[in-house]
Nanobody
Framework: QVQLIESGGGLVQAGGSLRLSCAAS????????MGWFRQAPGKEREFVGA????????YYADSVKGRFTISRDNARIAVYLQMNSLKPEDTAAYYC??????????????????????WGQGTQVTVSS
């Protein structure tokens, strides 16, 4: 099992910034990649960004490219999402997720929720206009 705890959400004005953190514990050695997803009320959960644990390869949704940056801290077993130039449409609950080594080719499936085996409880981000 892998436990994930997100933090860093809050209320911010449009154009502002927030940094989300996700701390991982448990059987983290089996983790291949970490991802961030978000879900707004009445909408499906959608991919935001991801990073592979060893190589540090990153992936982003088109809607956040150039504004969000995902990074990792191998020593602390944590992943971060730096969000700049926030827009009201970024308002959502943000979830951290962990994908294990065993599974479909990650580079082709990183944006599917089903590729991830463990999820955090989520942290709310609200961007006011």
């Amino acid at each position: 099992q892998v436990q994930l705890i997100e933090s860093g959400g809050g209320l911010v004005q449009a154009g502002g910034s927030l940094r989300l953190s996700c701390a991982a514990s448990g059987r983290t050695f089996s983790t291949y990649a970490m991802g961030w997803f978000r879900q707004a009320p009445g909408k499906e959960r959608e991919f935001v960004g991801a990073i592979t644990w060893r190589a540090g390869n990153t992936y982003y949704a088109d809607s956040v490219k150039g504004r969000f940056t995902i990074s990792r801290d191998n020593a602390r077993i944590a992943v971060y999402l730096q969000m700049n130039s926030l827009k009201p449409e970024d308002t959502a609950a943000y979830y951290c997720a962990a994908a294990q080594w065993l599974g479909p080719e990650y580079s082709r499936t990183y944006y599917y929720t089903s590729r991830y085996n463990y999820w955090g409880q989520g942290t709310q981000v609200t961007v006011s206009s």
